[in-house]
């Protein structure tokens, strides 16, 4: 029991800030990110003696917690984690030949923001906590192909998004006038 | 070099840069950005979008250090609630075990001799439905005392409170809490107050701290609301457990409880001190429908 209790700590805890940074931005609220943190490990503890010690531990939390998560999301009788891709609309501006270089770390998270949920957590999951294709399927219990087509339009729209909004800066309202830190 | 190349070559480049292609095609790609300046730029912008694209999603979570620390602690105490039930298995069943025999030569007396009612247990009438008030109300008062050793006995001694923190854990409608029940009472300074969740409720939840005790005041829907309530008349209700009390008033929709291991005659004043203000907010948020 020591052993295993011990292992837990050691390997789980390993990646709790990982998990909370992930269901931080996914939640977008704070009591409810840390409320399915915490569900997420006591379901990981319970479900130890399943992990196979070797494999991937990281993986298999973010696994249980986007579980956790769309099980959440079905009590609150919202949509459901999982979606169509077909639902997603196009983007309203094509995405730029080149990627824009002249944008803020507010424009970004405005962008991000409005991308549609799947993708979000692709890229959040690949990009910022820098998780393998693998095991971006593995945590979201989807096929390999789907994880990178998801990686794939959300660079897409997230690129289209920021060329909009650096567009519009400078026009009456836009973002630049609130700008105090200036262009990155 | 044709325009279709550098077409293909971008559409592996985010591939490409997280390092997923096979070498061959890793090779290729390099090999055009080594020939081609508008893809090897155009990657070079790629590049520095990901890094503002991290630094941008992580800044506040890395500035949110206090909250992850208190997450974490809590999430361990948690795990440490729900390894000792496995870790007393045995001693568990044995005293299942032990329960039913005695169970059943207590039925079996009481049956045989007709004698008076087996004495209630201490808190919990158990002669009453598990779906009675009083059960549900000595049900609730001891969720406090637990959420009060859980979440505001985890807070390091040197915790201050902090206007804007509280207020961002309080969320707006309990924000103005915080001044209507006021910062200081007696010995006892506010350090600490947020909306936290414990056994599927959500309480809003004030940590008050003097003389090396914790009070804590919580603040739930009230769980009894919908089925009769107790004929109790509108006044302070006292009940202990282990080393706690509680002190809990029911605002009709709401209940009001002040926790803490003070003498049970010293959470009682201290709960007269801060229940009136308290009460008189909740009504304010029950009339305006909240």
Redesign the interface.
Known sequence: ?TNR?EDF?RLA?AH??EL??VA??VCQD??TA??L??ET??RA??SFDKFEPGTNCRAWLFRIFFYVHSEYRRNQARQPLLFSLDYVKEPTHPSPA????D?T??E??LA?AELPEPFRIA??L???EGL??REIADALDIPIGTV?SR??RG?QL??AR?AALSSKTGEPGSLEEHKKSGR? | MGESDCQDIRELLDPYLDNELLVETSQSVLDHLSLCPDCAAESERRIELRRLFKTALTLEADNDRDRENISRRRIKTALEEERRPRRTAKILWAALAASLILTLGLTYWRVSNTSKPVTPAINMPSSMPASSPQVLIAAMDRDAVENHQICALSYPPDWTFDRQRVARGLTPSFAPLVDAIGLNHAAYKLIEGHICAYQQKRYAHLIFRGNGHTVSVFIEPDDTSGKPKPSRPREIDQASFTAYQVASVDTGRHRISVVSDLPNSENLALAKQILPQTISFIRKMENAGV
């Open positions: 029991m209790k700590d805890f709790f800030r909370r940074r931080l931005r704070r009591e840390d409320d943190v915490q490990y006591l503890w319970r080149n990627t824009p270089s944008v770390l507010e970004i998270k991000f890229l959040l690949s990009e910022v393998r294709y990178m990686l794939s660079r997230l690129r920021l990155i």
